[in-house]
């Protein structure tokens, strides 16, 4: 078994970039899986893979990924965003993460680290504070690890223009405590274990656009598709993302092209992103074309394609459905009828695809979950798409 280390770094000039570069010089000797990158060349994670510890480095950096020192160099893994402010560089890093970690030095801090505190403390994250003037034998760091189980950290400092010696303390603390860090999970690699999802709550029924996102989340991030649960409405699927368990996810549509469903719900949990994907119709029918009298959907359906029908069907008659998903069960059951559903329902509901309906509409989801997930295959589902972290 190969258990996973996920390392958050700010990028900042101080300890961020010292922590960084002293991971960077014990892993190299190590076979190195992988590094990502973008279209822009810029890598935004690395992997090394030693005996049953993958550890994946990567980290939300100052916007234009630059730094006091300047601009950081094309091979450092680092995920940027045009505009993005420090404060929310740090939100994201502690938000990914399951610990964090704070240096000090003699429980002196500048601004910015105060700040990582507060926003851990605010998240209910695990928090380790280091006094890097008085380090001890890192043992106390080692079982923080194993006792919350921290298989994802991100690390707190001040940056160098605040402290001078902050750079040389840090440097001293990563030498010793990297390698015990890696030989303590090398004896010990099964401590760290990813919890399994147990209920993955839908809006349903079968066959809906929710359905169909819900079935490529779980391929992406390894959840078993056994452990989706169809709410039937609204009311459900809401009070599904308030109350969520410590091994349970729900997403929620929460805006459809210019027009919300719902606002954003209000509840703590360990991981909340949107994801923006596009609403693919079709035109499906177990009837020939022409024998088509009645084009069944729901509301949202029938208007977003209210021109395409116009256009290929002007007298059939249109049915609302309280979802695309029962409109392709009805039509599945008659002759004469078809629906404007998902692709998902044409083997759910032994039908014949129609005609893909040319209609570009984007749906906004939101993913909430309290299981922390393998990162590396987050942070790639969350960068493939495009989207945007709340």
Same mark, same amino acid.
Not at 19 to 38: A, H, N, P, R
Not at 58 to 84: Q, V, Y
């Given at each position: 078994m190969t258990m996973s280390l996920t390392v958050y770094l700010g990028h900042q000039e101080g300890v961020d970039m010292t922590? #960084?570069?002293? &991971?960077?010089?014990?892993?190299? !000797? /190590?076979?190195?899986?992988?590094?990502?990158?973008?279209n822009r060349n810029l890598?935004?994670?690395?992997?090394?893979?030693?005996?049953?510890?993958?550890?994946?480095?990567?980290?939300?950096?100052?916007?234009? %990924?630059?730094?006091? %020192?300047? +601009?950081?160099?094309?091979?450092?893994?680092?995920? !940027?965003?045009?505009?993005?402010?420090?404060?929310? %560089?740090?939100?994201?890093?502690?938000?990914?993460?399951?610990?964090?970690?704070? $240096? =000090?030095?003699?429980?002196?801090? @500048?601004?910015?680290?105060? /700040?990582?505190?507060?926003?851990? =403390? +605010? #998240?209910?994250?695990?928090?380790?504070?280091?006094?890097?003037? @008085?380090?001890?034998?890192? !043992?106390?760091?080692? %079982?923080?690890?194993?006792?919350?189980?921290?298989?994802? $950290? =991100?690390i707190g400092g001040s940056r160098k223009s605040?402290?001078?010696?902050?750079?040389?303390?840090?440097?001293?603390? &990563?030498?010793?405590?990297?390698?015990?860090?890696?030989?303590?999970?090398?004896?010990?690699?099964?401590?760290?274990?990813?919890?399994?999802?147990?209920?993955? /709550?839908? #809006?349903?029924?079968?066959?809906?656009?929710?359905?169909?996102?819900?079935?490529?989340?779980?391929?992406? #991030?390894?959840?078993?598709?056994?452990?989706?649960k169809f709410q039937s409405n609204y009311t459900k699927i809401l009070e599904s993302s308030y109350n969520l368990g410590n091994t349970e996810c729900v997403l929620v549509p929460i805006k459809h092209d210019n027009e919300f469903l719902y606002d954003y719900p209000h509840s703590f949990v360990q991981l909340k992103f949107t994801i923006t994907k596009q609403t693919n119709y079709y035109l499906l029918s177990n009837s020939n074309k022409?024998?088509?009298?009645?084009?069944?959907?729901?509301?949202?359906?029938?208007?977003?394609? !209210?021109?395409?029908? +116009?256009?290929?069907y002007p007298n059939v008659s249109r049915e609302r459905n309280d979802s695309t998903s029962n409109a392709a069960r009805i039509v599945s059951k008659s002759p004469g009828l078809a629906s404007i559903s998902s692709k998902l329902c044409i083997d759910l509901y032994n039908l014949n695809c129609i005609e893909e309906i040319d209609e570009s509409h984007i749906t906004k989801y939101l993913f909430l979950s309290n299981v922390i997930f393998d990162y590396n295959d987050k942070i790639f589902y969350l960068f493939n798409r495009p989207e945007k972290i709340t």
């Open positions: 922590v #960084l570069t002293g &991971i960077l010089k014990y892993f190299q !000797d /190590y076979q190195k899986e992988k590094d990502y990158d973008s890598t935004r994670i690395k992997i090394y893979v030693t005996n049953k510890v993958k550890l994946i480095l990567t980290g939300f950096c100052p916007n234009n %990924r630059s730094n006091e %020192r300047g +601009k950081l160099n094309s091979n450092c893994p680092a995920i !940027d965003f045009n505009g993005l402010s420090n404060k929310q %560089r740090t939100k994201l890093n502690i938000k990914f993460s399951k610990g964090v970690i704070v $240096f =000090t030095e003699n429980g002196i801090m @500048d601004s910015g680290t105060i /700040y990582t505190e507060s926003f851990a =403390t +605010k #998240l209910q994250r695990y928090l380790y504070k280091i006094n890097l003037c @008085d380090i001890g034998s890192c !043992d106390d760091l080692i %079982r923080w690890f194993v006792k919350y189980n921290i298989n994802s $950290f =991100t605040f402290s001078e010696n902050i750079v040389s303390l840090a440097e001293k603390f &990563i030498i010793r405590f990297i390698p015990k860090l890696h030989n303590s999970l090398k004896c010990n690699h099964e401590f760290i274990k990813l919890k399994p999802i147990s209920t993955f /709550y839908v #809006l349903g029924p079968p066959g809906s656009f929710s359905h169909e996102l819900a079935q490529e989340i779980c391929e992406t #991030l390894n959840i078993d598709l056994e452990t989706i022409r024998d088509i009298t009645h084009i069944h959907s729901h509301l949202a359906g029938l208007k977003d394609c !209210d021109e395409w029908i +116009k256009k290929n």
